[in-house]
């Protein structure tokens, strides 16, 4: 059958009817807020390049839970900027660093949302890089202990799972075998499986003061135009033992977000990064877009590509803005 007995816009008409036929849903369920902690006590300095987004310390971020919990947002993700770096990223892994003391504040406020933690070591190092590095290069192998470490530091903290961001070889498994070995053996790892070296990651680095201080990031994260390594990368990520698998950045790699959940059925995440974030808060501040509109379009083709979890900075806005 065609026109004019086929009328495609019969089921466009008003928004009861689209509504009543919408094939994809947005819900607050599928949030994940990211959150950026820091020392002190009554810290809350914003991002001058991620408008709404704040640095705050472990106190803040408790009480910042509690409104984020109230929209009905299931988690949040810590990243940890410390006081001092080293060569050996020992802010990482301290029982009293800055992440394990936002995961404690946040628990002890009896908050019952999800708490999960970015396990890298890029924040913590003097260097700026996500490893170990000796004679200019990022080594793998000795890298994994101090992740594996910081893993069971967060989770000692009180942390509900841990994702590991840092794109070192085989560091699901380190993770993995390092919690069971301390009794941790229930707690989910979401790896970072295809995080690619990705220009989008511009504002990030000023929100954890994690700019390399020599190089970049191209020897460990992938090349923005491989496809098929993205599912080798998370085929070996749940052969590890990787409970969900995340796709970084969104929007420029929706293509990778569809083929890894028709590949694999585990649950994916994709994370809306901050750069994806910053130009639409940029254009939106010049009238040039229909900020609510853009986001809630940019959310959905997440979820129609695949994403089960969606980690993102527009968390709290688009809390507000779903019907």
Request: aromatic share 8%; net charge negative.
């Amino acid at each position: 059958m065609y026109f004019p007995d086929v009328r495609m816009r019969r089921l466009r008409k008003n928004e009861n009817m689209r509504r009543l036929v919408r094939e994809t849903k947005i819900s607050v369920d599928d949030f994940i807020y990211p959150l950026f902690t820091v020392p002190g006590t009554g810290v809350k300095n914003e991002i001058s390049s991620m408008p709404g987004v704040f640095q705050m310390s472990a106190d803040v971020i408790a009480e910042e839970c509690k409104e984020i919990e109230a929209l009905g947002i299931p988690g949040v993700i810590l990243f940890g900027i410390p006081e001092a770096k080293d060569e050996a990223a020992s802010g990482a892994y301290d029982e009293f660093g800055v992440v394990q003391n936002a995961i404690r504040a946040i628990k002890d406020s009896k908050n019952s949302m999800l708490v999960l933690t970015d396990v890298c070591l890029c924040e913590y190092m003097s260097h700026g890089h996500c490893g170990v590095v000796r004679d200019g290069e990022v080594l793998n192998d000795i890298s994994l202990e101090l992740l594996a470490q910081t893993a069971v530091s967060h989770v000692e903290a009180g942390a509900d799972m841990v994702a590991p961001s840092d794109m070192m070889d085989g560091r699901v498994a380190a993770i993995r075998s390092s919690l069971d070995e301390t009794g941790h053996t229930d707690i989910p790892i979401m790896s970072y499986a295809a995080k690619y070296a990705s220009a989008f990651y511009g504002p990030f680095r000023e929100a954890a003061e994690s700019v390399p201080q020599f190089g970049d990031r191209r020897s460990y994260q992938m090349d923005p135009p491989n496809a098929l390594e993205a599912l080798r990368e998370a085929a070996l990520d749940i052969e590890e033992g990787a409970d969900i698998i995340m796709v970084k950045p969104a929007l420029a790699y929706l293509d990778i977000v569809r083929m890894v959940a028709d590949e694999f059925g585990y649950p994916t995440a994709a994370y809306n990064v901050s750069g994806e974030y910053s130009m639409v808060k940029a254009a939106a501040a010049k009238g040039w877009l229909d900020e609510e509109r853009v986001v809630m379009e940019s959310l959905t083709a997440m979820k129609r590509a695949g994403a089960d979890i969606i980690l993102t900075y527009h968390a709290k806005d688009a809390a507000g803005w779903i019907k």
